[in-house]
């Protein structure tokens, strides 16, 4: 997340609860949030609103990306790269850590990674079609 980001999540929380905001809390919220995208932020914001009706802290919204991570990582179980990047030990960690990450934050989706893995395409050339393909969306 961008701090620019973190300003336009607190102006969605503010829609609903009516808080105050500045650009200091903009740097505090930041400062926790920034591991995590803010589509990510925005989808738990909705979520904790929709839920409960404590006051939104930035742990509540951790705990629910956390909470979803996890569960879309269990929807794979074990991640191992394609055959195109298994080239040397180097290229099979990165390619496992960055389809983790992808993985997690739902930019990948686990359909999506088996039709990567049955395939015999790299990573990142994957993954710069599926962007491609959001564009033209």
């Known amino acids: 997340m961008r701090l620019s980001e973190a300003g336009e999540l607190l102006a969605l929380i503010s829609a609903y609860d009516n808080r105050n905001t500045s650009e200091e809390v903009s740097a505090a919220w930041y400062d926790l949030l920034t591991p995590y995208t803010l589509h990510e932020a925005k989808h738990a914001a909705k979520k904790h609103f929709h839920e409960s009706t404590d006051y939104l802290m930035p742990a509540h919204i951790v705990r629910i990306i956390k909470a979803e991570r996890r569960a879309r990582l269990a929807k794979v179980e074990t991640i191992v790269p394609s055959r195109a990047d298994m080239t040397d030990t180097a290229a099979e960690l990165t390619a496992t850590k960055a389809l983790s ?37």
């Open 101 to 137: 990450k992808a993985i997690a934050s739902g930019e990948l989706t686990a359909e999506q990674y088996e039709d990567y893995r049955r395939g015999n395409t790299p990573w990142t050339t994957y993954r710069r079609g599926l962007h491609e393909l959001r564009g033209a969306a």
